[in-house]
């Protein structure tokens, strides 16, 4: 059984940063699995899942366009950690955010939607306010 815990939201004024952390418990040393797909989404009360970064078993990274260049996505091995830092906040970063999993090979990393993801975590928000 994979389980997903994610920390590190909070509150934060615009321009601060946070840095989340997802745990992959279930699934010993998950990132030397042959292949995964791990990703951050993010979602407002009324409004779809958004994915907001991905990265796969290559160490291939993709974002969305909103987020690139100010929110980074990476993995720890040795602490089955993924992680998304999240630098020059804004308030539309406002949001819950959700750790995801899947491992299969199709659709690839980049292209799936969050419901090609079987596992997530129970999220964490994130409140930026100007």
């Known amino acids: 059984q994979v389980q997903l815990v994610e920390s590190g939201g909070g509150s934060v004024q615009t321009g601060g940063s946070l840095r989340l952390s997802c745990v992959v418990f279930?699934?010993?040393?998950?990132?030397?699995?042959?292949?995964?797909?791990m990703a951050w989404f993010r979602q407002v009360p009324g409004k779809e899942r958004e994915g907001v970064a991905d990265?796969?078993?290559?160490?291939?990274?993709t974002y969305a366009d909103s987020v690139k260049d100010r929110f980074t996505i990476s993995r720890e091995t040795a602490k089955n950690t993924l992680y998304l830092q999240m630098n020059s906040l804004k308030p539309e970063d406002t949001a819950t955010y959700y750790c995801?999993?899947?491992?299969?090979?199709?659709?690839?990393?980049?292209?799936?939607?969050?419901?090609?993801?079987?596992?997530w975590g129970q999220g964490t928000p994130v409140t930026v306010s100007s």
């Open positions: 279930g699934y010993p040393v998950v990132f030397a699995y042959p292949y995964y797909c």
């Open positions: 990265i796969d078993n290559s160490g291939r990274t």
């Open positions: 995801a999993a899947d491992f299969r090979v199709d659709p690839p990393c980049g292209n799936k939607v969050w419901t090609d993801f079987n596992y």
